[in-house]
């Protein structure tokens, strides 16, 4: 899948990625973990491929959740960047 990276001039402040972006049931590490790798990947992904990534990402360090071999690879792969 192609996506379309965002432009610099598109990225929003911390308390704009907050206001916009934090689940009301998030706790504040699971947050922090989040809003990490969104801040990690902005220019990297479209918006909507970001967040499933990085809703992936909190799920499998978080949760403990299992995602295919290729989800997987690729969420592990980022991780190293930011962990």
Known sequence: MDTIPKKN?????????EKKYRLPTESKNQWDLRKHFIE??????????LLC?????VNMRCLGCKYSKSLDSLIEGLAKDIE
């Open 53 to 57: 990534l990085a809703q992936c990402y």
């Open 9 to 17: 001039d598109e990225k929003d402040t911390k308390e704009d990625l």
């Open 40 to 49: 990690k990947y902005w220019d990297k992904y479209d918006e909507d491929r």
